[in-house]
């Protein structure tokens, strides 16, 4: 599943793309999307069309397409695990899968394609009326400071990884980023939150090294992940613990190792990171 870096490099290939296009028509396949919901069509044609696409944004794992020019309205997209953003000529044929197609006035296409439907599309009328974005938490890179991280992990007994995980504490993080935060922070992924709260600044700024490394690098692609361009990204063979179990810690030479709880992998150094 596409996490911050990935998110923000999508972001960002695509709104020297976007930006100042006119929205002409909104296209539907008629299929439903995450949750078996409905594509809001009609929502979607009364928010773009005739208005031009003003900046492309990321907020946790969600991207915002300005639309009309007042920053609070727009298109709302999160890629769930499989999808993707492309712009293309309105001439190519749609690729199977595409859910949601956007025409644009110079003859191109922006379209959703989403092979598994965990993705979603939807008008933000405004944004900050959507329930999802309400509960989302602070971003890490813009919003989260020490404090407020030592503030939330006050009193939490879950553990750190699915504190970091939860997206109403952080907005952003997934499986891959966690276990290369917690790494490069020495804190072990079962750790009592609320334990860690002394160590919020370390942690904080191993969350940013985690990010920042991966955006600088246009995401981590393990199989479907591609950015704006269909390029993968590179930050795989930057990783520090994550999908390297059994190979040795790069810091300490003990071998990492993977653990399975609820079906996902939690990766650590056990020589690091201590209980
Ligand atoms: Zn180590």
Redesign the pocket.
């Known amino acids: 599943m596409p996490e911050l870096p990935e998110v923000e490099t999508i972001a960002r290939g695509l709104a020297p793309r976007l930006r100042g296009r006119r929205v002409e028509s909104v296209w539907g396949s008629g299929q439903r999307l995450h949750l078996r919901r409905k594509v809001d069509l009609a929502g979607l044609r009364a928010v773009t069309v005739g208005h031009a696409i003003g900046a492309v944004r990321r907020l946790g794992k969600f991207i915002l397409i300005d639309v009309g020019g007042d920053g609070d309205s727009g298109v709302l997209v999160h890629l769930g695990m499989t999808g993707r953003l492309r712009v293309e000529a309105a001439t190519a044929p749609r690729a199977p899968h595409t859910h949601v197609a956007f025409r644009l006035a110079g003859g191109d296409e922006l379209r959703f394609v989403d092979p598994r439907r965990f993705g979603w599309v939807q008008p933000g009328r405004p944004f900050t009326a959507s329930p999802a974005l309400a509960r989302l938490g602070p971003d890490p890179l813009t919003a989260l400071d020490a404090a407020a991280l030592a503030a939330a992990l006050t009193g939490v007994r879950a553990s750190i990884k699915s504190f970091l995980m939860d997206q109403r504490r952080v907005a952003g993080l997934g499986n891959i980023y966690v276990a290369e935060a917690l790494f490069r922070a020495g804190i072990h992924p079962a750790a009592a939150a609320g334990r860690t709260r002394g160590r919020a600044a370390e942690l904080l700024t191993a969350i940013r090294a985690a990010l920042e490394g991966g955006i600088a690098r246009r995401g981590t692609t393990l199989r479907d992940y591609v950015d704006a361009d269909g390029r993968r990204g590179e930050n795989a063979q930057a990783l520090l613990v994550y999908g390297r179990a059994g190979e040795p810690?790069g810091?300490?030479g003990?071998r990492i190792k993977r653990r399975v709880d609820g079906g996902r992998s939690t990766f650590f150094?056990p020589?690091?990171q201590r209980r």
């Open positions: 810690c810091r300490c003990a150094c020589g690091c």
